[in-house]
């Protein structure tokens, strides 16, 4: 697997309160991300003869690693990084993975990090057992840690398949309510980055305290960066995005700024735009992001993106200043500005 990161956007504006990271915001903890490649690799390793393949295919799923770096950043902002970091960073970065290649083939998406996705090349049977073995030897190496590591873990897991399970089951449901949304939200990408950071400050020694900050921190960037990824599916470009957009509308998902606009827009407005979201097709992106625009939603859905982005950053309050609590603050306003 590869030791380095892709360099991750610029943000376009940096809050005063703290210091813009330079370069990569990873560099500091790049050779623990390394090793938790190598832990994530290795456990793999004994079935790479029989679905080489598919092994070698993981590398087009393996992006920015967020997750295992807020595993390292947390620990050393609250101590040190001890060995059990690099085993939970490989276990936590396997589930997300997993369930990377169970969203695409719920989406019916055919790219991703402008590669074919693993539905695309081998179909969507092969590719739910692959996502299958991918939880099973998270858990699995989890086990190798402590009891507490797999409660921990095992209880993120099950939001994680809860929120999936709430948006397929509320598809085309246009009358879906926020706090439904954040439900969801709340358990398919918050649940992940909040166990990374609670993992990172538990196993650097941080008193249960500052471990709940550090857990609130990594929740709120993750409803933060979730709602920007929604936006993301609605008004970015692929080219840049790395994957297929507007799958979202394809799949019929209710999102904050599509909620926001039908609640919003006048009875007859809502109507019609009701109409075009049910419209088969993804050529409706144009067309929906202008009923967006004119409604505020947009701007609606990113001034709320800002305002957990904002909780996030205040959750660090609790620890003293250094490099890796300004890298973790500037994770904020990444969050919600990228391009992908």
């Known amino acids: 697997m590869p030791a380095t990161l892709p360099a991750l956007d610029a943000p376009a504006a940096v809050t005063p309160t703290y210091i813009r990271p330079a370069a990569s915001p990873f560099t500091p903890v790049l ?12 456990t793999l390793a004994e079935y790479r003869s029989p679905i080489a393949p598919m092994i070698g295919h993981l590398r087009h799923y393996r992006g920015k690693r967020l997750r295992p770096a807020l595993v390292f950043l947390s620990a050393k902002a609250c101590g040190a990084v001890v060995p059990a970091h690099h085993i939970l960073a490989a276990a936590v970065e396997m589930i997300h993975t997993a369930t990377l290649v169970h969203d695409d083939v719920l989406d019916e998406a055919d790219t991703r990090r402008h590669s074919g996705t ?26 190798t840690v402590d009891g ?23 598809r085309g449901n246009w009358h879906l309510t926020e706090a439904q949304y954040f439900a969801m939200i709340d358990g398919k990408t918050a649940a992940l ?16 305290g500052v471990a709940e900050h550090l857990a609130t921190f990594g929740r709120s960037l993750g409803i933060a960066f979730q709602i920007a990824d929604d936006l993301l599916d609605l008004t970015g470009e692929e080219s840049k995005a790395g994957k297929t957009l507007g799958t979202d509308l394809e799949q019929q998902k209710m999102t904050l700024p599509l909620i926001h606009a039908l609640n919003t827009l006048p009875i007859a407005e809502a109507d019609e735009f009701r109409k075009l979201l049910q419209r088969p097709g993804t050529n409706k992106r144009a067309e929906v992001a202008d009923t967006l625009i004119r409604s505020g939603s947009l701007q609606y859905a990113k001034r709320t993106a800002e305002e957990h982005a904002r909780v996030a950053r205040t959750s660090l309050d609790c620890l003293p200043r250094s490099e890796f609590r300004s890298i973790l603050e500037g994770l904020t306003e990444w969050s919600i500005r990228r391009e992908k």
């Open 31 to 42: 050779a623990d991300i390394a090793e938790s490649d190598r832990i994530f690799a290795e």
């Open 118 to 143: 693993f539905n695309a090349e081998w179909g969507n049977k092969v590719s739910i057992l692959f996502g299958d073995m991918l939880f099973t030897h998270a858990f699995h190496l989890t086990s």
């Open 148 to 170: 507490r590591a797999c409660q921990l873990i095992g209880a993120a897991t099950n939001r994680v398949c809860a929120g999936e399970l709430l948006q397929t089951r509320e």
């Open 193 to 208: 980055t909040e166990v990374a950071t609670r993992l990172g400050a538990l196993y650097s020694g941080a008193m249960p």
